[in-house]
């Protein structure tokens, strides 16, 4: 079992924190140990940005036990400005305001509770930006 101080250090998850090759400058998330642009294993890390472009989604209505009272929710790969993308939940709107390239900001939010371990686990979803 991994202990609760080990998940909220994890950078990744809450610092947004990737690899940044130190040889060809290629952006890696989640860090890992070779970079797959020229083969080096120097690596520094770079926080990314918050901002991107909403890729593409699907709604979720049939979702695993610890979502079920969550359900309908929407998952999308959100491109961030530099071009690393991930996929993450879309929080805040209705699927119907949804639309390729729509401009969207990751938030720092609740991802789920283990209510035996009395544990919550945090981490980023993202919003839509209204402008």
């Known amino acids: 079992m991994k202990s609760a101080q080990y998940i909220r250090e994890v950078p990744q998850r809450y610092r947004l924190e990737a690899g940044k090759c ?6 890696h998330f989640p860090p890992r140990l070779v970079c797959d ?6 690596f520094e890390a770079a926080t990314l940005p918050r901002q991107g472009t909403l890729l593409t989604w699907t709604v979720i209505h049939a979702a ?3 979502f079920s009272l969550e359900t309908p929710y ?3 790969i959100v491109e961030l400005d530099g071009g690393v993308r991930l996929t993450c939940q879309v929080a805040d709107c ?3 305001e949804l639309a390729v390239g729509a401009p969207v900001e990751l938030v720092f939010r609740r ?7 009395d544990i919550i686990q945090y981490g980023y979803k993202a ?3 209204r402008e």
């Open 94 to 96: 209705d699927p119907e």
């Open 127 to 129: 919003v839509l930006r």
């Open 111 to 117: 991802i789920k509770e283990d209510n035996a371990a």
């Open 74 to 76: 929407v998952v999308g």
């Open 64 to 66: 695993p036990p610890q």
């Open 22 to 27: 130190t040889g060809c400058g290629k952006l």
């Open 37 to 42: 642009g020229c083969g080096s294993r120097e």
